[in-house]
């Protein structure tokens, strides 16, 4: 038992124009009508249980809008943002212009940004640190390479990324404290591969997370952080991940595109959430 809800993040990547997220949104609407647990309202009321959709750029303003008709909430977040409010920064988005739609989560640090995009630790919490300051929540990505992983490196790769998110333990223990900022742990290796970490595998690297949090920077921040998994997570292999008690929720990619195994991912978080 612990005090943490549960979240189920989908992340669209480069999928899902305003066109296909419409659809979605409408038939996600049908099925949930059908599928959702009765006590799922009740855990969304009490912020037991958290749904998030990110979308691309393109589509942001079309899923806020169809969120709405639903008969429970669905955050929408962003999968970036450059840590300037505004300026001359060609083909970047801002925090302050992502306000303005009228967005509050924004993604940082996914290992796609990392990888193909040039996005270091660095860059992360200059990211990160921005999102917070102008009291965006925010989802930032963790996670260890294969080759790390090999090479036993998995503890010292988080706890390097984790230390780049927040240099001193003051700036960061109230943004866990108040659930601002969400972790998840996403091995690169599971990322897209059908690879998914075990759950004993998922549940070490978040004691991993958990630890460093409760020595670096506060205890209570550390019972309170909700760390996410992610890599790979499908209706399938969900509940497993769920029931791991450090666990907190989902991060998932190629399973929340389309609506139906992104509502079986809910319907597991509800199940999780209510044994909470
Ligand atoms: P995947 O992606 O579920 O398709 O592995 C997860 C992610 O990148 O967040």
């Known amino acids: 038992m612990n005090s943490r809800g549960i979240l189920i993040a989908g992340n669209w990547k480069m999928n899902n124009g305003p066109a296909a ?3 979605f949104f409408s038939e996600l609407k049908e099925r949930a009508a059908q599928a959702m647990p009765g006590e799922s309202l009740e855990l969304f009321r009490n912020g037991k249980l958290k749904a998030c959709i990110i979308p691309p750029y393109l589509s942001l303003s079309r899923a806020l809008e169809a969120a709405k008709m639903l008969s429970f909430p669905v955050e929408i977040a962003a999968q970036n943002a450059h840590w300037e409010k505004s300026g001359a920064f060609t083909g970047e988005v801002s925090g302050q212009l992502l306000a303005e739609l009228g967005l509050s989560w924004v993604l940082t640090g996914h290992s796609e940004r990392r990888q193909f995009f040039g ?18 929540k925010v989802i930032a990505c963790i996670g260890e390479t294969r080759a790390e992983r090999e090479a036993g490196q998995t503890e010292q790769v988080l706890t390097r990324q984790l230390r780049g998110l927040f240099p001193s333990a003051e700036s960061g223990a109230s943004v866990y404290l ?5 972790l998840a742990y996403e091995p690169v290796w599971a990322i897209g591969t059908g690879l998914t970490a075990t759950p004993e595998q998922a549940e070490e690297a978040h004691r991993i997370v958990r630890r460093f ?17 992610g890599g790979s997570v499908t209706p399938e292999n969900v509940n497993s991940l769920l029931a791991c008690p450090n666990v907190d929720g989902a991060l998932v990619g190629g399973a929340s595109l389309k609506p139906e195994s992104y509502l079986a991912l809910l319907v597991a978080g509800v199940h999780a959430a209510a044994g909470r």
Do not use: I, M, P
């Open 21 to 23: 997220t419409g659809k």
């Open 213 to 229: 949090l409760s020595e670096q920077v506060d205890t209570s921040a550390a019972e309170k952080a909700q760390v996410l998994y």
């Open 119 to 136: 996005d270091t630790d660095e860059t992360v919490r200059k990211r990160t640190e921005s999102l917070l300051t102008q009291n965006f």
């Open 178 to 182: 108040d659930g601002r900022l969400v």
